[in-house]
């Protein structure tokens, strides 16, 4: 699974994969495999590191290896969505305004898929979507195309159900709930009684 590419930031999976996003797509998708590594060793990492640094990558997918004339890696297509992707988050951050949306993404996964629960959790939190409860996510709006997009590379669609919402319009202060010892109380505006919620 592409997506799920664990990389401590600062690590050397984390600098490699930076070095592939950045530097191979615009190289045309190909580097030989010592220059990579001369790449990575201008970054601190050590050859022996390196070359364990991409062999992970290839094996999770990101790399495929090619030669043609010297030995080398070429970026996987599959990987270009997920490039795009981080680029989104990195380079064009998004700040929410009260007006903007959110996406709810909710989702039953039977235990025989248990693997693509997992999966699918790993990449909502990737892309920048938080827990609400354990089968309910919450994103901003403008992220809904690609929990919608992971939805269907998981071939998950099936078990999950995504709602578009408005952030909650604030009550007015006589009708907020209020806690009175352990238990939510609700002022009716016309009078002075409180009532149990």
């Known amino acids: 699974m592409l997506d799920d590419i664990d990389a401590r930031p600062g690590s050397t999976a984390s600098l490699l994969r930076t070095l592939v996003g950045l530097f191979l797509r615009p190289l045309g998708g190909w580097i030989s495999a010592a220059d990579l590594v001369a790449l990575a060793g201008d970054l601190g990492i050590e050859s022996a590191a390196a070359r364990t640094g991409i062999a992970r990558l290839k094996q999770k997918g990101l790399l495929i290896a090619e030669r043609s004339g010297p030995i080398g890696y070429r970026l996987n297509p599959a990987a270009i969505s997920m490039l795009e992707r981080g680029d989104r988050r990195i380079f064009r951050m998004r700040e929410m305004t009260d007006a903007d949306t959110w ?37 901003p709006g403008h992220l809904q195309a690609e ?13 999950a159900t995504l709602f578009q919402a408005s952030a909650p319009s604030s009550l007015a202060p006589s009708s907020r709930p209020r806690r009175s010892g352990g238990t939510w109380l609700r002022c009716a505006p016309s009078t002075s009684r409180s009532r149990s919620l």
Request: with cysteine.
């Open 147 to 159: 929990a919608l997009q992971i939805l269907e590379e998981l071939d998950a669609r099936r078990w």
């Open 103 to 139: 996406c709810l993404v909710s989702f039953s996964i039977p235990e025989s898929a248990r693997s693509i629960r997992h999966q699918l959790r790993r990449r909502l939190h990737w892309i920048g979507a938080g827990v609400v409860s354990p089968a309910l996510w919450i994103c």
